[in-house]
């Protein structure tokens, strides 16, 4: 069983505005990184967000999703984690961790990572593209425990380091993996990208 969890409690605040709910090919940039989840498939698809959650609620419709939120949007991407990994079922074998910033990222892309995820012997798979690390990263659930209890001020880098020979470098040509919807600039490049 494959659950994914998709970080969307940031404050946005180089864009202006929750860069989350802005739109993208049709659709929302959260709307768009839950689709390609869900079409890996992973489920359960669990977002985490912060209050207020209506907005988020409102951008996904009637999309089958579990929410999580996380009471400290102050904090740092692995509370955001950590609040959705205490509600992962017991049942999941595989992790699918994703900013909810990567309006680009298609399906069948996850597809391929999460089929060579699961021929390897690799704990942990990370989509590199011209020689960068990117997301979204595909963990064994082994490691929820230890990412409950460690890496404070690390998050999930602290994992990659401490268990780099579990890594395994995923190669591809698509630069979605790399997208970083931060600013204005970076939302507008994105999008010129898409329609080209």
Known sequence: MTAAIVLAAGRSQRMGTNKLLLPFAGSSVLARVVDACRGAPADPVMVVG?????????ALGNRPVTWVENPD??????ASLRCGLRALPATVENLIVTPGDLPS???????????DFRV???????????GRR??????????????LRAYDGMGLRGLL???AAE??????DDPAVLEDLDTPADYALARGRWRG
């Open 161 to 163: 380091h401490a268990h």
């Open 167 to 172: 890594i395994t470098e995923w190669g591809t």
């Open 134 to 147: 990117g997301h979204p990263v595909i963990l064994a659930a082994r490691y929820r425990e230890e990412l």
């Open 73 to 78: 949007p102050g904090a740092d991407m692995l």
């Open 120 to 130: 390897g012997r690799a704990g942990i798979l990370v989509p590199v593209h011209g």
């Open 50 to 58: 912060r209050p207020p959650i209506a907005p988020l609620r409102e």
């Open 105 to 115: 990222l298609e399906p069948a892309l996850l597809r391929r990572m999460l089929e």
